[in-house]
Structure formats: C-alpha cells, structure tokens
C-alpha cells in the first residue's frame, strides 16, 4: 500500500469517527501484523533473559511459595475447597492473576514503544495494546500446565468443569484489553501513567481473591464492592473451572458487568485519542 493511499485511508477512518474509527473489523485484515507484534513482544521479553522462558514457570511458582509461608502458615488463612491445599488454591488464582498484571505492564507503554508505526504505517491502532494482551497468552498456557503439574504432586484431581477453562481465558482476555485500552491511551498524554501501573498493580492484586476467597469479605456493601472488581469473576471462574470451587454466584455477573462498561469505555476513550496518538507519542 502506498503512503498516500495509507494517508487516505487514515484521514477516512478518522472521519468516520467514534467507535467506527477504531476499524474493529480491520482487524481480521491486518491479522498477519498482529500475530508479528504479538511474537515480537514473546520473543524481546525473553531473548537476553538468562533463564528464559523459565521465569514464566518462577515467577508464579515463587509468588506462591511466599503467599503460602505468609498468609497460610502464618496468618491461618485456609483454602475453602475441601481437599485442595492452600498453595495449590493460591497458584490457581495467581494464573490468570499474572496474566491481567503482565498485560497491563506491556500494553501501558505499547503505543509509545511502537511511536515509529505509528507515524509511518495505517493499520487500527488498537492492534498494539491487543498484541501486547495476547502474548500474554503463551505465558498463561504455560502456567495452567505447571498447575496441572502442581495438583498431580497434591493428588488433586481437577474438575469437569475444566472445560470451560477456555471461556474464562477469554474473560481474562477482555478484561485486560479492557483496563489497557484507557492505560496505553492515557500514556500517549501523561508518561506518568507508566510509572503509576506497577504500584496499580500491586495495590489491585491485594483488592482481589488472589490470596483468599471472596468468603472472607464480610457479606454486604463491602462484599459487593468487591464483586464489582472486574477480576473477581475471572479469578473466581478459574477455580471454579479448574478446582471445582462453588460457583460465586450473583457476584460473577456483578464483575463480568463490571469489565463490559469498562470495556466500552475504554474502546470509546480509545477512538477519541486515537488521533493524536502519532502527534504526541
């Protein structure tokens, strides 16, 4: 495609405005340039790395370790499956746990990373934050066999329920494409937003039932608060799907409503900055 005919096609897009100027469904056109930006994001992060791919099997492993000598062996928090250790309960929420913070951490800076393409090629500019949301998916594919590994060694038999696994990978998948959506856009204007996701992450881990059950809040607002994290649903959906943990209930649709405004907001956020995104990055 030619300069001008990629500058003409741009200046159309962006006329259209709204959402339509996000050119969703160019996305199955350019999905060769997405799956190249998804591999290259997989591929930088673990190149140079002296133990490669292997951090994606340390990192959850070692979290759970501490979660467990901290919050299991000495707060007494327990797991309320019956018949599942607490760190086999504790790995089964840091599995999508480390996904939603992973995509977070790379999608924040994605637009401002790849400033060149922006400038030089058309393509819909939403393509960037979503590569970055999928290759986190290699890594969660990883850590599920790694819990598989981890309950054979407790003789902890998974659920039937492990069928439905996939459907919360795709929750997974749209609640942080959801919240990358507003972080990458944001960073574009204020670089402060980069340096804040970190401690967002940190503080957003300890507001979810990553390390305890959503039992343990109090029944009432305070419980309810909690349901409309975004998160709730899909860590509690995995345990469901993986251990057999009751199903939370009405809180699930609280979440899953939760993560749908937001994503809406963040696709219109998105469009309406999406103009001048080549201008400022």
């Not at 979660?67 to 327990?78: A, D, K, S």
């Not at 795709?170 to 609640?175: D, G, Q, S, V, Y």
């Amino acid at each position: 495609m030619s300069a001008t005919n990629q500058t003409e096609q741009w200046s159309t897009c962006q006329a259209r405005g709204g959402l339509a100027s996000l050119e969703l469904s160019e996305l199955w056109k350019y999905r060769e340039l997405v799956y190249f930006l998804t591999w290259r994001d997989v591929l930088v992060r673990y190149k140079q790395a002296v133990l490669g791919i292997a951090w994606t099997v340390l990192q959850p492993l070692l979290t759970m370790v501490v979660f467990t000598l901290v919050f299991n062996r000495g707060l007494g928090v327990q797991s309320p499956v019956p018949g599942v250790p607490y760190a086999v309960f504790c790995f089964s929420g840091l599995l999508p746990w480390q996904f939603f913070a992973g995509g977070l951490t790379r999608a924040s800076g994605s637009l401002v990373t790849n400033a060149n393409l922006l400038s030089k090629v058309y393509f819909p500019r939403v393509a960037m934050p979503l590569a970055s949301v999928l290759a986190g998916l290699v890594d969660l594919g990883i850590s599920l066999v790694v819990l598989l590994v981890l309950m054979g060694a407790y003789r902890v038999a998974p659920s039937w329920h492990i069928v439905f696994v996939p459907l919360f990978a795709a929750l997974a998948l749209a609640t942080t494409l959801a919240v990358c959506l507003w972080l990458s856009a944001l960073n574009v204007r204020f670089r402060d937003i980069q340096q804040l996701t970190p401690f967002l992450v940190q503080i957003w881990m300890f507001v979810s039932p990553v390390i305890y059950p959503i039992t343990k809040i109090p029944a009432g607002p305070l419980r309810i608060a909690f349901a409309l994290n975004p998160m709730t649903a899909v860590i509690g959906g995995f345990r469901w799907a993986i251990l057999g943990q009751s199903w939370p209930g009405g809180y699930v649709w609280l979440s899953v409503g939760t993560t749908a405004l937001v994503l809406c907001g963040g696709l219109y956020y998105f469009a309406r900055l999406q103009g001048v995104f080549a201008d400022v990055a």
